[in-house]
């Protein structure tokens, strides 16, 4: 089969084993150059007979000295193909083409002010004098080899950026993919389109066309199976199939009964109304609701949805006659962290699908190499609602994980209904979507209130919302009083049955952001 980098410029970013490698691989999208992560002992052979347009060293945690530390295969720097570092990689250039890089033990970390000292820099071309970069190190280089300028400093930093373009070789000890150096994203596109002269095609419709491709090569005419569940990637690489290949694909989509308000309809609506791909509805929801009857236990109730999903989905799979392919939505960063050497978690997401005895079918991949924000794209290119594009991440047993206590249809469409109202007033004040989740929780209890002159007892309702960047950690939104007593307000109007409304103030950790 082909890829990507067999059609179009590609840069290749040899990862040294810190956070940024995936960071410079998203920013060298970003400048629309279609960019791979590939580990940092890839051979000189290896990168000439994959011809990449050009090489970026990502910085790394160790020191080029340690014992250990990884090292690159020096004959790359002598492919003639344009190479840029940072941080590690500056380092790891001084120390394979005769630097120096004392060891001071005087590291540089946070903000620094960064001076051009070579006005006909060719990586810095178009920086002021003095700007703000990020810098992450201890060592440094010391003397820069031979043939290279030095081309800019920091007060700590002697050879702040370096470069010899005779070898189109570029280095900076700062930090230019991340978003507190100022022309960080200005550097990269210089190193990309001046030096590299890599034109920027790498786009949404770009990435289509060629998905499209590449999925008719590999399907030719047999057939697809892909598992909707409204998630941003399901949906995604069901709009993208159906572009590839029309009729040969069926969707199932197996509905637990667990979704929120409106949900579901919207699934079936978008695929089958507006795509019009072959869609198999599930409503499982009557047989989801006997076995959750009386379940308390969280886990519990996500094994028993879990397990049921894969039963539905595969009697419903086998069922379909001539079917040889199962689509899934991994993304890049599964693939990088189930094969890459140097993450410290090694996973493998291919056995995730608990395939029954004697069942088999071969795995389709379409998104594996885009980012999450590239799906996006994708999806909204497509033809996908905003709604779907956008939508927040969202538990795969879906409201069984917010009610907490024992799941009845009764507390499940109360929650759905003060979820809607959540969803609707937090998003209207969210215009620029800062809050990263926002959603209603119904505990198990209930409570004494009074409403006209009744008593009343009933449930209470949590709204959950936090900022976030990534889910593993977060912090509880700081929604402005007027909007949380609008909510408050709404619902105990709007939905019987609730008679009060609290704020869970909580960050993560110690909490975590779903209730369950
Ligand atoms: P917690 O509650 O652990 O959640 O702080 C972290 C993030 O993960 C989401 N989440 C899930 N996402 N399937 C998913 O795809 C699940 O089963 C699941 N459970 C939790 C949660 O919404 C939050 O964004």
């Known amino acids: 089969m082909t890829s ?9 970013v040899l990862d040294f084993g810190a956070q940024y490698a995936q960071l410079i691989a998203r920013r060298v999208r970003e400048a629309r150059v279609y960019s791979e992560i590939v580990p940092f002992d890839i051979s000189a052979q290896e990168v000439a007979r994959r011809r990449p347009a050009a090489l970026i060293l990502s910085g790394g945690p160790a020191s080029v000295y340690a014992d250990g530390a990884p090292h690159i295969d020096p004959a790359i720097l002598d492919l003639g193909i344009p190479v840029l570092g940072f941080c590690y990689g500056i380092q790891e250039m001084a120390l394979h083409l005769g630097g120096e890089i004392p060891k001071t033990d005087i590291g540089e970390y946070g903000f620094a002010e960064l001076e051009v000292t070579d006005t006909d820099s060719e990586l810095l071309a178009g920086v002021p004098a ?17 043939g290279f300028r030095v081309t800019a400093r920091t007060d700590t930093t002697a050879v702040a950026a370096m470069e010899d373009p005779a070898r189109k070789l570029y280095a900076t000890q700062f930090h230019p993919e991340v978003a507190h150096t100022e022309h960080g994203q200005h550097i990269i596109r210089t190193f990309l389109h001046d030096i590299a002269e890599i034109p920027p095609v790498w786009t949404m419709v770009n990435i289509i066309d060629e998905t499209v491709a590449l999925v008719r090569e590999q399907v030719g005419s047999s057939r697809v199976i892909c598992g909707l569940s409204g998630g941003v990637d399901s949906s995604v690489v069901a709009a993208l199939l159906h572009r590839a290949i029309g009729d040969q694909l069926t969707c199932v989509f197996v509905d637990h009964g667990m979704m929120r308000l409106d949900e579901a309809d919207q699934v079936v609506k978008t695929f089958r109304d507006q795509f019009h791909i072959d869609l198999i509805h599930v409503d499982a929801e009557e047989r989801y609701l006997t076995l959750l009857a009386g379940v308390t236990d969280p886990e519990q109730k996500r094994r028993i949805i879990g ?3 894969w039963k539905v989905f595969f009697d419903e799979a086998t069922r379909l006659e001539g079917v040889q392919w199962l689509a899934q939505g991994t993304l890049y960063p599964d693939v990088i962290e189930s094969g890459n050497k140097t993450a410290a978690k090694i996973k ?9 005895e004697g069942v088999h079918f071969d795995l389709i991949e379409p998104l594996k190499a885009l980012f999450k924000d590239e799906v996006r794209a994708v999806g909204s290119e497509l033809g996908l609602p905003d709604e779907i594009v956008h939508r927040q991440p969202f538990p795969g047993p879906g409201l069984a994980v917010r009610i907490i206590g024992d799941i009845t249809l009764e507390k499940l469409d109360l929650l759905r209904k003060a979820d809607a109202i959540v969803r609707e007033e937090i998003g209207i004040w969210d215009t620029n979507r800062e809050v990263w989740q926002y959603f209603a929780v119904l505990p198990d209890i209930r409570s004494v209130g009074v409403m006209g002159d009744e008593r009343t007892y009933g449930h209470p309702i949590i709204i959950r919302a936090v900022a976030s960047a990534d889910a593993m950690t977060a912090d509880w939104a700081r929604l402005p009083h007027e909007l949380l007593a609008k909510m408050s307000n709404r619902i105990i109007n709007e939905v019987d049955g609730i008679n009060r409304v609290a704020y869970d103030i909580t960050s993560k950790p110690p909490g975590t952001i779903e209730w369950e």
Not at 350 to 356: A, C, G, K, S, V
């Open 4 to 12: 990507y980098h067999d059609e179009q410029p590609t840069v290749f």
């Open 130 to 146: 003095r700007s703000q970069c990020w810098m992450s190190h201890r060592d440094s280089v010391g003397t820069a080899p031979d």
């Open 307 to 309: 397990e049921e999903f």
């Open 348 to 356: 493998s997401h291919h056995n995730l699908i608990p395939f029954p």
